[in-house]
């Protein structure tokens, strides 16, 4: 007998890595600022150290690996990053095909992310998706001073949509997204596009590869 899934009643999306492909111009902007603070890093490594962290705990980090940062980094890194992105960024292949499945059945998405607000008007801005989400469907840990892994940010999403934890269905492509998920009560599928996603299924995450198996994920 073929598997069912339950459909959600909130579909709650990461944003870098899982809307927006915009992690590898992020990361590619932290190491080469890393490089000039003394800490030389490549590319794989920093995604792995950093994706799905807040950009003070990726300062900690940083600075434990041997980065010597002062004390306005995280501004600095910022606005490289931001000048970074602003060069462009696409959608992930097939977000919006699900979207608009999402709409036609009526179910209500947001974007819950440790970005900034800020960061999110530029990626999804260029792509048609800031107007969608933002003010009502976006949830930044910046904005509301919680962040992944704490549960408290896909919580926060939940209750604004009067939906339970248990009827939500978060979609993430880091471990410590998964985490939030998992803490959250939350079914979770984690976004492996480039590997086998061992990190995300460790977590709880039921793993896939391509938007295109999401509808058959959520029985649509």
Known sequence: MPT????????IFDCDGVLV????VSNQALIDNLTGHGLKLSLERAMGLFV????????????????DL????????????????????QLMPGVTDLLALLDEHQIPCCV??????????????QNGLWQRFHPTAMFSA?????????????????????????DCLVVEDSATG?????????????????????????????VFSDMSEVPALIGL
């Not at 900034?116 to 990626?123: A, N, V």
């Not at 001073?145 to 934890?165: E, I, M, N, R, T």
């Open 70 to 89: 002062h004390d306005g980094w995280v501004d600095e890194i910022y606005a490289e990053t931001y000048a970074a992105l602003k060069a462009g960024v």
């Open 21 to 24: 492909d915009s992690e590898r």
């Open 52 to 67: 799905g962290g807040t950009m003070t705990g990726v300062m900690q980090k940083a600075i434990t690996l041997g980065a």
């Open 112 to 125: 819950a992310s440790n970005g900034s607000e800020d960061k999110m008007r530029i990626t999804l801005g």
């Open 4 to 11: 069912t899934f339950p459909t959600p009643r909130l579909v």
């Open 142 to 166: 910046q904005t509301l001073g919680v962040a992944k892994p704490d549960p408290g940010l896909f919580l926060a999403a939940a209750s604004h949509f009067g939906v339970q934890a248990r």
């Open 178 to 206: 998964v985490l939030a998920a998992t803490r959250a009560g939350m079914r979770c599928l984690g976004f492996a596009p480039g590997g086998t996603g061992e990190t995300l299924s460790a977590q709880g995450a039921e």
